[in-house]
């Protein structure tokens, strides 16, 4: 299994753009990119997934340059509301057992 | 439409009881997994069902863990003569069959053990 390694907490304000960077190595060919976000007494939620170059949805923005080595997440202009753990996941889709590091705790404020 | 559902929200048991926790996965997903989280840690993978059988129960942790998923929905965790290292918040979460990675969680059960 691919590990990861993502910084362990992030401080931002209001209406700022997040990256948060992960690095995998030693990630596979057949591996791909998973973000999950949780917040306090919930359970994880996917939000977004990609295996190369650059995928954006409603909630966020996800770089994986050529090598695949590490990848980006991008929230933009993030609120209040944002403040959660976020896990950083690589794996092939014949594994389904989701592998989760210690995630990185962003913290918003006003 | 209706998440993924966990019974009871918390559970406070005494070292040595047996316990079973209950997940409701959304309808029409075939794939249910429980995780186990402690503090502070991602969660950690325990079994994953497809279907009623277990198709990867690698990360229960011993013989006292116990899954079930008799009609291929409902599922029960299951943990005999329980220790205070059991003691985390237990995760269900349910998928589609295809897909990849994207799994649904509920809220967990939060287990402590005196």
């Known amino acids: 299994l691919a590990k990861t390694t993502q910084p362990i907490s992030m401080d931002s304000y209001e209406g700022q753009e997040v990256n948060i960077t992960c690095s995998h190595n030693?990630?596979?060919?057949?591996?791909?990119i998973t973000w999950y976000q949780q917040f306090p007494s919930q359970g994880p939620r996917f939000i977004i997934q990609?295996?190369?170059t650059k995928v954006t949805n409603e909630v966020a923005s996800l770089f994986i340059p050529a090598d695949r080595k590490s990848s980006t997440l991008s929230l933009p202009r993030v609120s209040l509301s944002d403040t959660a753990v976020y896990y950083c996941?690589?794996?092939?889709?014949?594994?389904?057992?989701?592998?989760f590091g210690s995630g990185t705790r962003l913290q918003v404020q006003p | 439409g209706a998440g993924v559902s966990q019974t009871p929200s918390n559970k406070v048991t005494e070292k040595g009881k047996y316990v079973e926790l209950r997940c409701d996965p959304i309808?029409?997903?075939?794939?249910l997994y429980w995780y186990r989280q402690s503090l502070g840690q991602g969660p950690e993978f325990l079994i994953y069902?497809?279907?009623?059988?277990?198709?990867?129960d690698s990360g229960l942790p011993n013989d006292r863990f116990f899954a079930v998923r008799p009609e291929g929905s409902v599922s029960t965790l299951k943990i005999q003569r329980t220790e205070r290292g059991d003691s985390a918040v237990y995760l269900c979460?349910?998928?589609?069959?295809?897909?990849?990675?994207?799994?649904?969680f509920g809220p967990g059960t939060r287990l402590t053990v005196l």
């Open positions: 979460a349910s998928s589609l069959p295809g897909g990849v990675h994207e799994q649904f």
């Open positions: 996941l690589v794996g092939d889709a014949s594994r389904r057992a989701l592998t």
């Open positions: 030693n990630i596979a060919t057949n591996d791909y």
């Open positions: 990609g295996y190369k």
């Open positions: 069902f497809q279907g009623t059988g277990a198709a990867d």
């Open positions: 309808s029409g997903h075939t794939a």
